[in-house]
């Protein structure tokens, strides 16, 4: 038995203590309990959304001027950088006042520089951030609003799973990972959620 066989037969064994936990008699709720169940593919929904696709964009814009900002500053360094460089023609005696002076410039230039490229990466991470909470929101105040709307009391997560991973320590995160093994076309909530949200950001964004 390889490796990956191995961890699929763990998994298998851990999901079955599970189950058959699950199903002593204990207090558990009754089995015609009636609540209504539905399944959501969260990367397909997330990936498909038009608010996706504009911070998307809005990150883009933000990198493109990070960019440009960017080159500046280093042309900005590089001439002040020339005249102390012995093997430039401009290049200042070194020790001179003026070689001095313009040591100081680039010195001063350099510290602007790292900065600028500091502050300005942590601002767009923390913009990710904010964005990529604020689509969690919208999402799950979706699939909230959707539920109770008809009637759904549960609502699960549905992922692909990964089976490109090359390690069976990999590939039992994955498999320990899955949190719907199974689920009929007709509870899978993705398409009209997918369509409610992206009428709804065209009706509030749209031009």
Do not use: C
Not at 71 to 88: G, R, T
Not at 94 to 109: F, H, I, R, S, V
Not at 129 to 146: C, G, N, P
Request: no cysteine; net charge positive; charged share 25%.
């Amino acid at each position: 038995m390889n490796k990956i066989s191995q961890a699929l037969t763990a998994a298998i064994l851990v999901g079955t203590a599970g189950l058959y936990t699950a199903a002593r008699p204990a207090s558990a709720a009754p089995a015609d309990a009636g609540v209504k169940i539905a399944v959501v593919n969260i990367i397909k929904l997330s990936d498909q959304l038009e608010e996706k696709t504009a911070q998307t964009d809005k990150l883009q814009k933000m990198l493109t001027i990070f960019k440009a900002e960017q080159a500046k500053k280093q042309e900005v360094l590089k001439k002040l950088a020339e005249p102390l460089n012995p093997q430039s023609t401009i290049a200042l005696k070194p020790g001179t006042p003026e070689y001095k002076a313009q040591e100081k410039k680039w010195e001063k230039a350099s510290v602007a520089y790292r900065v600028f490229i500091e502050f300005t990466q942590l601002r767009i991470r923390s913009e990710h951030a904010l964005l990529v909470e604020k689509l969690y929101h919208d999402i799950t105040s979706a699939i909230k609003t959707y539920a109770k709307a008809h009637g759904i009391g549960l609502v699960l997560q549905k992922e692909p799973m990964d089976t490109s991973v090359t390690t069976d320590k990999a590939l039992m995160v994955e498999i320990r990972s899955r949190k719907v093994l199974y689920a009929a076309r007709a509870i899978n909530i993705t398409a009209p959620l997918l369509r409610i949200m992206n009428r709804q950001w065209e009706k509030t964004h749209g031009q």
